[in-house]
């Protein structure tokens, strides 16, 4: 077995907690989630990827002009009053009622403020607790040397991509414009081509 699936393997171990040797992964689990609570910046540095293989996936390599930063953002799908005016309980919708961006999305603009001068190339989920969400959000400085001179990476220093977490085109911001669907699918009409759009209904 090669070594990112070993690596695999055991983030998996960690993460659903459900193994034969469960306990171990369990305590460094809920130690390490106690660890990112007390943290007292929602948004802090790290030296390295928790999660190297996906991080590694999504884009991360350990050169300069790269940062690492994890968020922590707060559960559930906001606070939604209920209706006063009358009508029939199925058309009161308060449990369907979702916000237009999702949880992720929100922890990569908390990043982007965080650091203005970079840009967000993409996140993953490290970790859930009863009260919060962690993300881990690998930035890019277009200004970096080293940045403009990889092949993989020196896209993201055309000006085309300048903020382009705050218009929905990171991974998790495709999904909650709705973007999963192929051009001309059905349910799809009001999405393209922005949200702003078919006068902003696209979400």
Do not use: C
Request: glycine share 10%; aromatic share 6%; charged share 30%.
């Amino acid at each position: 077995m090669s070594a990112t699936k070993q690596i695999q393997k055991t983030i998996q171990k960690v993460w659903h907690r459900n193994t034969v040797d469960g306990d171990a992964y369990r305590d460094l689990f809920r130690s390490r989630m106690m660890e990112y609570r007390r943290t007292p910046s929602a948004v802090v540095t790290v030296e390295k990827p928790f999660n190297i293989t996906r991080a590694r996936a999504i884009g991360y390599k350990a050169i300069q002009g790269l940062v690492v930063a994890r968020v922590r953002i707060r559960r559930g799908g906001g606070m939604f009053l209920r209706p006063r005016r009358g009508r029939k309980p199925k058309r009161i919708g308060i449990r369907s009622m979702t916000r237009k961006k999702g949880i992720q999305v929100m922890s990569e603009e908390r990043a982007q403020h965080r650091y203005p001068n970079m840009e967000v190339l993409n996140s993953y989920k490290v970790g859930v607790d009863g009260k919060n969400h962690y993300y881990e959000v690998i930035l890019l400085d277009p200004a970096s040397p080293r940045i403009q001179s990889d092949k993989d990476l020196r896209w993201i220093v055309e000006p085309q991509h300048k903020g382009r977490v705050f218009r929905g085109k990171t991974s998790a911001g495709r999904k909650s414009r709705g973007l999963g669907n192929p051009a001309g699918a059905r349910g799809t009409e009001n999405i393209r081509p922005s949200l702003r759009a078919h006068n902003r209904k696209g979400k």
